[in-house]
């Protein structure tokens, strides 16, 4: 049997992933069909997209079809919504803007069932007549992402259930007095690196495992030399407008071939 997402982060296994910004099946399934796809798990955004949840429980189907994992990032004060998502098949739930321990334990419980937390059994694709409940529990990832939880991360980190932090350095820098905007992650990133990298450092202390966002090829590099086990690459968004540059880049060179050939 194959190891689970949640288990392969527990254990600290590399995994790669990207984040799913467009509502689109189809996109997703010519993604996933590409020969050299290093995708080990998709993180499907429905904090910042119009992602509906039929959208969201369709990916995920095709992602377990292709055996990749799924995680998804719910609205900021709506942890409520996580038991959808898990019922609806997801690996687990990114938790953003997680300001205290008690927000930490609220995310937790909505991710296990009594006696430990609240969630209820159900949920209509995993829950087949006589299936057994998954003997690995969902993955719960909080998000640190403005100075508040900065100052609480010793308390966010040291919470039971908490299994994985992501960073948010654009939100962090910005609750920090620092406006880069949102097309300036790796900036944003750069300017709160000592706060992140010390508070990822705190995770690991806390046998928490580091999900970090990268954008290039270095930053991946960093990544997994300063410890990060769980990394997303990019998004669906920026990878198909990288595509279409370079294709563009393609189409000038060859216009300018043709017209000084023509002269």
Known sequence: MATSLPDKVRNRSLVVGTFIRLPSVPM???????????????????????????????????????????????APNASWRAEL??????????FPVVNSQSDAQEAVSRCRYPTVGVRSVGGLAARA????????????????????????????????????????????????????????????????NEVASKIEAMATAAGVSVLRHCQSEQEVHDAI???????????DVSMLQSAVKQWGSYIREAGTRLGTAGV
């Open 28 to 74: 997703l399934q010519a993604l996933l069909a590409v020969d050299e796809c290093w995708l080990d798990f998709i993180v499907i955004d429905a904090q910042h997209q119009a992602i509906n949840d039929e959208t969201v429980a369709q990916l995920i189907t095709l992602s377990v079809a292709q055996g990749v994992g799924t995680m998804v990032r719910i």
């Open 85 to 94: 998502m898990l019922d609806l098949g997801a690996d687990g739930v990114i």
């Open 129 to 192: 007549k006589g299936t057994p409940l998954p003997e690995s529990d969902p993955l719960c990832v909080v998000q640190i992402e403005t100075t508040q939880a900065v100052s609480n991360a010793a308390a966010i980190l040291q919470t039971p259930g908490v299994d994985a932090l992501l960073m948010g350095p654009v939100d962090l820098s910005r609750s920090m007095g620092i406006n880069f905007g949102y097309g300036n992650f790796t900036a944003a990133r750069e300017a709160v």
């Open 225 to 235: 030399e300063t410890g990060a086990t769980c990394v997303t690459i990019s998004t």
